[in-house]
C-alpha cells in the first residue's frame, strides 16, 4: 500500500465518522453555506496580482513537520498582502496536520478565493468545503475514475463551487478532462517516487485545452521557474513549501513574490519591441 492509498483509507473513515457527527443538514446552515463563491479563476488570471496560490501546509507525508508553529491569521494575511491571487489551506489533519477551522479561520479575515486542499473522495466532503467557506476544491485524477470525478466536479459547480483537478501525467490528463473543471493542477510531484520536476508541467501544459486555468503545483522555489512556465502557457502557480519551512511564512512569500514580479517586468520589456 502506498502512502496516497493510506491516505484514503483513512479517509473512508474519516468522512463516516464526521457524516455521524456533523449531518449534512448541520453543515448547510452554516454562515457561509449560501454566501457567493469569490471565483478563483477570475483572481488567477488577474494581472494586477501574481497568479501564485499560496498555501499554508503544516506538514507533509514526505517531509513531515515542515512549520508547526505558523499561525493561519498571520500568515494567509501576509500572502494576500504580498500579492498571492489565491489561498490554498490545507485540512488533512492525518497527514497534512490541517483541520476544517484553519480555512475557516483564513475565511474570517480574507475575502479572496481560498482553495480547500484535501482528498475528496465524497459529496458530503464537498457540502463540508462549502460549509467552512471555501470557493474552490480539489479533485485528485489519481485517485478518482474518470466517471467518479466528473460527479464529483458536477455536484461541486451545483453548490457554485469551483473545481481544480490535479494531474500527474498525460494518461491521467486524457482520461480526467470533463467539462465540469475550472482549473486543470499539473503537479511536478510523482507520487510513486516523491521526486519533482517541473518538466512535467512544460511537456503537459499544451495538451490542456484552453478553456481551462492552467497551474503549476510542486517544486517551484526559483521565481526564474515561474518566468519559463509562463512563457510555456502556465497561468498560475501552486506554492506552498517553498513559504512554509521559513520561519515567516509571509515574509517569505513576500519576498519571493517582489523577485517574480522584477523578474517578470524584465522579461516583458525584452519581448516587447
Known sequence: MNILDKIIAHKKNEI???????????????IYFDSKVVSMKKYVMNP?????IAEFKRKSPSKGWINATAKIEETT?????????????????????????DLKLARKFNFCPILRKDFVIDEYQIVEAKSIGADCILLIAAVLEPQRLAELASFAKSLGLEVLMEVHDGEELDRSLNQ????????????????????????LVEKIPNEFIKISES??????????????????????????KNIRPHQAAYNFMN????????HNEKVVP
Not at 16 to 30: G, I, Q, T
Not at 48 to 52: A, P, V, Y
Request: charged share 20%; aromatic share 8%; proline share 2%.
Open 219 to 244: 517544486g517551484l522555489s526559483d521565481p526564474a521557474t515561474l518566468i519559463t512556465l509562463k512563457a510555456a502557457g502556465i497561468n498560475g502557480f501552486l506554492i506552498g513549501e517553498n513559504f512554509m
Open 16 to 30: 463516516a465518522e464526521n457524516k455521524s457527527l456533523y449531518p449534512v443538514k448541520l453543515l448547510e446552515n452554516s
Open 77 to 101: 494575511i501576509g500572502y494576500m498582502q504580498a500579492g498571492a491571487s489565491a489561498l490554498s489551506i490545507l485540512t488533512d489533519r492525518e497527514f497534512f496536520g490541517g483541520q476544517a477551522e
Open 48 to 52: 494586477e496580482k501574481t497568479g501564485i
Open 180 to 203: 465540469h473543471l475550472d482549473l486543470v493542477g499539473i503537479n511536478n510531484r510523482n507520487l510513486k517516487t516523491f521526486d519533482v520536476s517541473v518538466d512535467t508541467s512544460l511537456s
Open 259 to 266: 523577485d517574480y514580479r522584477e523578474l517578470l517586468a524584465s
